[in-house]
T-cell receptor
Framework: AQSVTQLDSHVSVSEGTPVLLRCNYS??????LFWYVQHPNKGLQLLLK??????LVKGINGFEAEFKKSETSFHLTKPSAHMSDAAEYFC?????????FGSGTRLQVQP | DTGVSQDPRHKITKRGQNVTFRCDPI?????LYWYRQTLGQGPEFLTY????????KSRLLSDRFSAERPKGSFSTLEIQRTEQGDSAMYLC???????????????FGPGTRLTVL
């Protein structure tokens, strides 16, 4: 079985400051991990994915995430937040066939 | 636009009525998934198809729910005798089956928001 815990339901940052969204996972086998973003009234969009290649994964819009097996973590970071980053972010772990989503972190970006 | 499409985008119905949603996946994708997302939560897996075969169903999929993918292309999700607890966003996703037990990226549609009064 697999599960995902997003440690913060809500994160607020100022524009231009770093973003850190935390995610811990549990999986009974080597997982693939994803971060998806959901803007209001829009579909889920893949930000980045880890599939057992490099542990530091770069995604779209300047986001990146580091897979740390020893800590079972896959935190999402961005050096400098932009207003357009305000959205809901989901950490996702693969099951045998379907995806298991975390409960989401709402990122608010203050001007 | 060659992405995943869903119809309708919004559905309001009275308790006890039946509703049907449609999903058109990306044309070359052979896997199709249904998820349900309630307010403040992440999407939860309901069921998935590989071509026309329904290979897995979640325990969330009660007897009132049925999904089909008759020709391995579009899919429908029907909810019979709707209840207020069925109010949610219903998401469809598609992907290519990867070799072995790999899982390719899933592409999501915009969802159908169901409100049961």
């Amino acid at each position: 079985a697999q599960s995902v815990t997003q440690l913060d339901s809500h994160v607020s940052v100022s524009e231009g400051t770093p973003v850190l969204l935390r995610c811990n996972y549990s999986s009974s086998y080597s997982p693939s991990l994803f971060w998806y973003v959901q803007h209001p009234n829009k579909g889920l969009q893949l930000l980045l994915k880890y599939t057992s290649a490099a542990t530091l994964v770069k995604g779209i819009n300047g986001f990146e995430a580091e897979f740390k097996k020893s800590e079972t973590s896959f935190h999402l970071t961005k050096p400098s937040a932009h207003m357009s980053d305000a959205a809901e972010y989901f950490c996702v772990v693969t099951g045998r066939r379907a995806l298991t989503f975390g409960s989401g972190t709402r990122l608010q970006v203050q001007p | 636009d060659t992405g995943v499409s869903q119809d309708p985008r919004h559905k309001i119905t009275k308790r006890g009525q039946n509703v049907t949603f449609r999903c058109d996946p990306i044309s070359e994708h052979n896997r199709l998934y249904w998820y349900r997302q309630t307010l403040g939560q992440g999407p939860e897996f309901l069921t998935y198809f590989q071509n026309e075969a329904q290979l897995e169903k979640s325990r969330l999929l009660s007897d009132r729910f049925s999904a089909e993918r008759p020709k391995g292309s579009f899919s429908t999700l029907e909810i019979q005798r709707t209840e207020q607890g069925d109010s949610a966003m219903y998401l469809c996703a598609s992907s290519l089956a990867a070799g072995g037990t790999g899982l390719n990226e899933q592409f999501f549609g915009p969802g159908t928001r169901l409100t049961v009064l």
